[in-house]
């Protein structure tokens, strides 16, 4: 990635075309741990309007209510902190659950990783890519679309690992579907651990699956650590309209309780499960996930959380969702604004797409969703690489396409640099009118950092192309996701660490109903 | 295209699905003839950021200076007004060049089209969207990329002008490689003039080229109507870095002379016609832009002009220009204030990309240039559809899709509804948690006009999907193109006009030293 304006890089000791090249080849990515925003956040909505929307949020919980089925505990937190409950439902009066938030969430926290280098920033002005979440299916050009087995999944891992633009391993990268269900948490939590040393995502299909996520981080960071840090993110769905579950309940409050983060994503496609202006939904997704970054709070005051945002739109032709579309741009754009003046970290969608291939669909709907993403100030993007098919499928090709794209806006981010070497006044007189500026001193200086170049875009003449088989950018990434795999290297992991977290795992095994085979 | 918020629309007779569809497919599409953005623009450079470029715009101007080439009017003009001049190389007292644009250029203006209804306005919140302009090539997934053909060029024409997401007819939208090349304008302007009703633009490649294309109109639109109207545009580009040869500004004299608009475009490929660094190549690009918006200026005061902008990238590592790039993205918004901060109309490019066909390499650059041109705030937006391989080709498939992105803008550009429709209070009252909002009476009542669809974006399951043939959207582009071209009806015109126009030309090919044939 370019660092612009910078001067402290190597000068080249041979001029013209091979030296350029030869310090070129030399450079070294820099792979920072997480982006950090230099550029302003795009401000869409007014003063006036953001009051609009966070005064209509308030009132849908005061007035429509949210109901928590089945979990005396959070209606108990809920009621001392001075809701109203009727049968499950809760109402709440204007400012309470603000109140509740702000009194005690943090704005920003480190999740730790392993590696302590790749420990993660989230929130301010930090800015965190991490895979596709969810899948049951994958796809790639050679074998299709099937469903996502434990190898599949160990691929994923190591494609994130070995990406420079993804700063996280993600959680449930597709799922392991050739695993009994109970028992796919610990086969996926070990493999986050074991091939990666970036940070992960827990379980949050039961509240039980959360505690075992919980208890193996013990494992690997340590009982004392992991009670003073955040090492662990789960990312819950709220059952959008205005509804959490007893289970999705207990998982947020079993991260919350050990100190860890919650994700609380209200769940919305527009026309089913919320209005469809964009507004309405845009409200009734703050007061979702609002109520959920709360009941964090109530758990444990200070326990990290995270906001999110998951508001889509519908093809009301067929009523199939649609990304990439305008409608939740907009929303991207306001919800970033409301998370910052509540305080909060944000979470959005990354490269999200309705698209089965990696063609121009694909591509197109995942620029739609990210631009918005980073200039809304996004903290953690989630499905920032993978997401194919309205999030059904995991694509192999669509994977580090998409994570070339984040590179690009690791360049963006930094946004322009404006000192002596970036205004190359010595370049202009050196050069002049009417000359070029390929050989200049300023071009040489400059030469290893200048300029972006995504490895999977072709930019060679159509002749060059035509000769090296004419292949589309999917072809090329599917040569590049082989060829990743194929110089993969492990990182280090203590034997130690290993053989436990291998103990804790088989214990749990054998405690639960199903085998491992 | 979605006008959200707004309640006037016709409520639907019948309930339930059916009721739906028919009220969806009853729904005019509006096509407004460009777009007034309701959305702010982004504001990446403080105050301090651009007063920095603009002093070094104007220290380039002052001490490197800047050539006009064989244009002794233009030598004078500047003089007059307080320029130095050395051999053929003018310096500009800093300042200078902003008071001459700042005296007399016009903030906004009117390009007129043959039919009112589609005139645009050009600065201030609009945005037009023009078709990719001077390909020698085009491209279709049946033929495969070819030297473009006048039969190529009146494809384009109608597919613009069937296009609502398109606003402007455009120029050179494919170099009709069959016609001799000095009578080329003439059948291209006539084109543009019979086949559509959309604002055009006309050539540049002489001075007496662009008089014919000015004599054109004034046949089209009367002698009168020219003399105080805009209605013709022409794109000249600067012969970066910093000179600007005599041709060129013959040309962009006489369009001023006419009381028409040059569209004065610096042409920079960071590393050959500028600097490495972004923020230099953006001051040149401001400087050379300005010298020529001033030009016209001092040739007629008052004259519609526009700031042009296209800079771009390199591939380092084969010299290869680049497009969709984090750095060109960068100096769309820094350019969008300075353009604002000047009070002259801008120019960006759109849908621009380095990819030889239309796959996700070509769909992700050209995201990467359409939405920082909007966000910018461009006025005028050339190449937003079609263009391919770095503007080599005009590409059939890449024109569809990309004028559905831009119609993705158009719903974008106007913000979001915050009246009481779009809260949508009662859909919470009427449906309440957990249930759905698809028969809501909000539902219903909003149906019509809620989220934009594209076209060309399949949505639909897998397996539906699968049975269609299992299509990239290059596939269904291609469809829709032969579609659209079956569908063209042309508009219609006077045919004492058209005679007119017919016979200017055929007397001016009499004129010319080739046949027609």
């Excluded at 089925?69 to 709440?92: C, I």
């Amino acid at each position: 990635m370019a660092m612009h304006g910078e001067t402290t890089g190597r000068r080249s000791r041979t001029s013209g075309r091979e030296g350029r090249q030869r310090a070129r080849a030399d450079h070294a990515v820099p792979a920072p741990p997480y982006l950090t925003r230099a550029i302003p956040t795009y401000e869409l909505l007014s003063e006036d309007g953001l009051l609009r929307i966070e005064r209509h949020a308030d009132r849908i919980l005061a007035e429509i209510g949210f109901e928590i089925r089945g979990d005396a505990v959070a209606h108990r937190l809920f009621v001392q902190a001075g809701a109203r409950l009727d049968g499950e439902r809760l109402y709440f009066p204007p400012g309470l659950i603000r109140a509740i938030i702000q009194a005690s969430a943090p704005s920003t926290f480190i999740q730790h990783a392993r590696n302590p280098a790749r420990s993660v920033r989230i929130g301010g002005h930090a800015t965190v890519f991490s895979p596709a979440y969810g899948s049951p299916f994958v796809a790639d050009l050679d074998r299709g679309r099937r469903y996502g087995s434990l190898a599949d999944f160990e691929n994923f891992v190591r494609l994130a690992y070995a990406s420079p633009y993804l700063h996280h391993s993600g959680g449930t990268v597709c799922e392991p579907v050739d695993l009994p269900v109970n028992q796919r948490h610990l086969a996926m939590l070990y493999a986050h651990m074991r091939w990666s040393d970036k940070a992960f995502m827990g379980s949050v299909t039961t509240a039980e699956r959360a505690a075992d996520s919980i208890a193996l981080c013990r494992v690997l960071f340590g009982e004392d650590f992991v009670e003073r840090h955040c090492v662990i993110l789960g990312n819950v769905n709220v059952n959008s309209p205005l509804v959490l579950d007893g289970e999705a309940s207990r998982v947020i409050r079993t991260y919350a309780a050990a100190n860890q983060a919650a994700v609380c994503v209200p769940f919305i496609l527009g026309g089913a499960m919320g209005p469809v202006t964009t507004a309405a939904g845009l409200a009734q997704c703050f007061a979702e996930a609002m109520v959920c970054v709360a009941l964090t709070q109530l758990e444990r005051p200070g326990a990290p959380a995270i906001l999110g945002n998951f508001l889509s739109s519908m093809s009301l032709k067929s009523g199939a969702p649609t990304f990439g579309t305008p409608e939740p741009a907009l929303a991207y754009f306001a919800i970033g604004q409301l998370a910052r003046r509540l305080g909060v970290p944000l979470r959005c969608g990354g490269n999200l797409c309705a698209s089965k291939i990696p063609d121009a669909q694909a591509a197109t709907e995942s620029a739609n969703s990210l631009w918005p993403a980073i200039l809304c100030g996004a903290n953690f993007v989630l499905h920032a690489a993978g997401w194919t098919e309205g999030g059904l499928t995991m694509g192999y090709e669509k994977f580090v396409l998409d994570a070339e794209q984040c590179g690009l806006f690791a360049v963006l981010a930094q946004g322009m640099a404006l000192d002596d070497n970036a205004l190359a006044f010595d370049a202009f007189e050196e050069v002049g009118p009417g000359k070029h500026f390929l050989g200049s001193a300023h071009t040489l200086r400059n030469y290893e950092t200048a300029f972006f170049d995504a490895d999977l875009s072709d930019s060679n003449s159509f002749e060059q192309w035509s000769e090296e088989g004419s292949l589309d950018s999917a072809r090329r990434a599917n040569r590049k996701w082989k060829r990743m795999l194929a110089e993969y290297v492990p990182p280090p992991i203590d034997a130690g660490t290993d053989e436990a977290l291998r103990a804790f795992i088989a214990r749990r095994q054998a405690a639960l109903p199903d085998a491992w085979h």
